[in-house]
């Protein structure tokens, strides 16, 4: 086994465990604010008294979390597991049958695909992300729409609508209200997290794509023909040196 192909495997294992983390990450987001993301939430009105806000909304982006999960799910899939399937069909029995034979040769090409994806995801997100960087809920709107409203102003990504929501002066006057803003805190912890974690994963899997590409060229190396000695050739040696 060469180092290019012990770096690959070393690689490999990162982007399958990176990827899953980055699907992981994301799904528990969404999961999170389709059960309603803990609200709705009481603020206290800078204006006096309390009012109570829905939790999500009106325009709520979440194309870009769903655009992140799909990376790392094609990463874990695909690259990850598709790699060590190449590794695993290359040194079986079956390599040289056509349906495995495509497999780990085409597979690098694959990588080329989703490594651009997951690249163009990681420029995509950052960039609406960073357009929405600063936006701030305004409460003399919000505090008039009731809970059952979702706030009309502006459009959100998921993790700027609540380090927004955390700006504003929750009420914890209680241990549930105390859970509640530390649920959302932590659920916005993870939205910053899928965020930054996209730019491990596509440093990994270009290194997947390069390794990969090396890996073939030695693969497809055509073998060095063996040499036999028939025995005839070894008794006449042996007469030889006697």
């Not at 994806?117 to 990681?122: D, H, I, K, N, Q």
């Not at 990969?212 to 007469?239: F, H, Q, Y």
């Amino acid at each position: 086994m060469t180092a290019t192909s012990i770096l690959l495997k070393v690689a490999l294992g990162l982007v399958w465990t990176d990827g899953l983390l980055e699907m992981g990450l994301c799904e528990s987001c969404l999961w999170w604010i389709q059960g309603g993301a803990s609200g709705p939430y009481e603020i206290e009105n800078p204006a006096g008294g309390t009012f109570f806000m829905n939790s999500e909304p009106q325009h709520l982006l979440v194309a870009p979390t769903r655009a992140a999960a799909a990376a790392g799910a094609f990463a874990w899939i695909v690259v990850g597991s598709g790699g060590i399937l190449a590794f695993v069909l290359r040194s079986s029995r079956f390599r040289d049958r056509a349906w495995a034979s495509m497999w780990w040769r085409y597979w690098p090409h694959m990588n080329i695909f989703f490594t651009l994806y997951t690249l163009a995801v990681v420029i995509a997100v950052n960039a609406i992300i960073d357009m929405h960087d600063g936006q701030t809920i305004d409460t003399a709107v919000v505090s008039t729409l009731g809970p059952e409203v979702n706030y009309p102003l502006d459009s959100w990504p998921l993790p700027n609508f609540y380090t927004a929501v955390l700006d504003l002066q929750l009420v914890k006057g209680t241990s549930s209200e105390m859970a509640t803003a530390q649920t959302i805190r932590a659920h916005r912890n993870t939205m910053l997290s899928w965020r930054w974690n996209l730019v491990p994963l596509i440093v990994i899997q270009m290194a997947v794509c390069i390794l990969a590409w090396l890996v073939r060229r030695e693969w497809l190396r055509p073998s060095a023909p063996k040499t036999t000695i028939a025995k005839e050739d070894v008794e006449a040696t042996g007469t030889m040196v006697s």
